[in-house]
Each structure stands twice: as structure tokens, then as C-alpha cells.
């Protein structure tokens, strides 16, 4: 993996400000690595379980009505994780020591992530797999699924005491 050099600096410094972060994590929506300071975790693994807890996240966010998503934090008996929005596309999460000011990795984390969405902005990850654009798979137009009644299920013909009988046109 190679990470912008931008966005390294950016982790490391977060750790200078931060002596309970434990790591980061930069990761695409999509739970791509995209950067990450993180000794003693396993970031790819990381960066899955974020973007997929991100999603979940703005879905609840969604269903209550309450706009986009900014930030989540999980708290565990050990420490916390936090994970910020980084643009539409990025996630930033760190994991912090039980001993964390919450508060302070608030304050730090928002402004990295502000930093960073930047870094991103001006130069875009560059996609392990180049998709090739959506026309190319669809040739030509594809009709619409016919829509299904309780009556749709019902054959033509009823039976009744005098033969079958068909039933009305709709």
C-alpha cells in the first residue's frame, strides 16, 4: 500500500497530539485501505469493519431522520473507537486506551479529518480495480418488471355450477 505522503503526516501528528491513541485507520467507504498508523492492528481488517460500521451507522441516521452522518463512537470496557466522516468517500478511525479524553480526541480527530478530506479532495485515491463506465454493460434498454396483482395469480376461467366461466377483462 502506498498512502499520500500528505495524509502519513497527518496520522503521525494526531499520534504526537494524542498519547492514548492506540492507532488509525483511513479507509474508503467501500473498506478500502487507504492509509493507516496503526502498530499492533490489523489495518485491512480494520478498514472492513469501519466502512461496513460506518454504513449501518448512517442507515440508522437515515430510518430517525436526523442528515448525514459525522461521527460514531463505540465504547468498550478497554477504550473507544471512533470513527469520523472524511469527506464522502473516507472514513478516519482511531482506537484510544480506556485512559483517553474523549473530548480532546473529539477536538484532534475532527481536525485531521478536516486536514485530510482536503489532502483527498485535491488527490483522489486511485481505485485498485478500474471499473469500466455503466454503459458498457447495459446494451440496450431493459423493460420494467410487469407489476403483480392478488388477481394476476387467478387463471382466466372460474369454475361455476353451470361450466367454467371467464372472467371479466381488467
Known sequence: MSANPAVL???????????????TVLASTDGLLLA??????????????VAAHFALSQRFADVVGHGELR???IECGNGY???YAVGPHAVLALVTSQEANLARAHLEA???AAKVSVVLVVSPPAS????????????????????????????????????WLETPQR
Open 81 to 83: 473507537l471512533t470513527t
Open 9 to 23: 503526516a497527518e496520522l503521525e501528528d494526531l499520534r504526537r497530539r494524542l498519547p492514548e491513541l492506540v492507532g
Open 110 to 112: 475532527r481536525r485531521t
Open 71 to 73: 461521527e460514531t463512537v
Open 128 to 163: 485498485p480495480v478500474s471499473r469500466p463506465a455503466a454503459s458498457a454493460f447495459v446494451t440496450q434498454a431493459v423493460p420494467p418488471l410487469a407489476r403483480r396483482t392478488p388477481m394476476a395469480a387467478l387463471s382466466d376461467l372460474i369454475p361455476s355450477p353451470r361450466g
Open 36 to 49: 493507516h498508523d496503526a502498530c499492533d492492528l490489523e489495518p485491512d481488517g480494520i478498514a472492513a469493519l
